[in-house]
T-cell receptor, first 115, second 111 residues
Framework: AQSVTQPDIHITVSEGASLELRCNYSYGATPYLFWYVQSPGQGLQLLLKYFSGDTLVQGIKGFEAEFKRSQSSFNLRKPSVHWSDAAEYFCAVGKRETSYDKVIFGPGTSLSVIP | NAGVTQTPKFQVLKTGQSMTLQCAQDMNHEYMSWYRQDPGMGLRLIHY???????DQGEVPNGYNVSRSTTEDFPLRLLSAAPSQTSVYFC??????????FGPGTRLTVL
């Protein structure tokens, strides 16, 4: 069955430090992969996505993610975190059903940033 | 271009009451979805629609109904509210390839 795990429930980093959020998925083929960000009291916003091709994907707000097929991972990275990056981050896996792209979300990782 | 809109933003219900959460999108997307978000569980799919007149159940459909009479609107109905339905509800509109656009959410409390 399709599933997504985000091993870190909560991460705290200092402003200016680097960041890596982990995501592992379970799926029989190469899925679509997404990272979304949710600021407090807001809906989710797409940071980046991977469908095929280059395994290093660039997104908005200076984020990037790398698809590693051998590890079934799609970790999110940012070289220097800003205080405004404090939010909840969700990894998601999608696959094509007969008429719909079914998307499964991970449980989320909450990021706190120390000034 | 408003994207995906949801009303109301907040709602308090008593057990047994019914209500409808409204969702509308102006992007002409065929696919729309309803999710609920609970702490530590991510987003779970309630119902979805692949076009006007076509709906189907997601992961947690019990206690909820949907209909899709137009491309723009996808309301979610709670038939008889229960405390277990206290949650934040998100509507999403999907472009081809799974990328989803989310509304701002409705925070529902059932007493």
């Amino acid at each position: 069955a399709q599933s997504v795990t985000q091993p870190d429930i909560h991460i705290t980093v200092s402003e200016g430090a680097s960041l890596e959020l982990r995501c592992n998925y379970s799926y029989g083929a190469t899925p679509y992969l997404f990272w979304y960000v949710q600021s407090p009291g807001q809906g989710l916003q797409l940071l980046l996505k991977y469908f095929s091709g280059d395994t290093l994907v660039q997104g908005i707000k200076g984020f990037e993610a790398e698809f590693k097929r051998s590890q079934s991972s799609f970790n999110l990275r940012k070289p220097s975190v800003h205080w405004s990056d404090a939010a909840e981050y969700f990894c998601a896996v999608g696959k094509r059903e007969t008429s719909y792209d079914k998307v499964i979300f991970g449980p989320g990782t909450s990021l706190s940033v120390i000034p | 271009n408003a994207g995906v809109t949801q009303t109301p933003k907040f709602q308090v219900l008593k057990t047994g009451q019914s209500m409808t959460l409204q969702c509308a999108q102006d992007m002409n997307h065929e696919y729309m979805s309803w999710y609920r978000q609970d702490p530590g569980m991510g987003l779970r799919l309630i119902h979805y629609s692949v076009g006007a007149g076509i709906t189907d159940q997601g992961e947690v459909p019990n206690g909820y109904n949907v209909s899709r009479s137009t491309t723009e609107d996808f309301p979610l109905r709670l038939l008889s509210a229960a405390p277990s339905q206290t949650s934040v509800y998100f509507c999403a509109s999907t472009r081809g390839g799974g990328e989803q656009f989310f509304g701002p959410g409705t925070r529902l409390t059932v007493l």
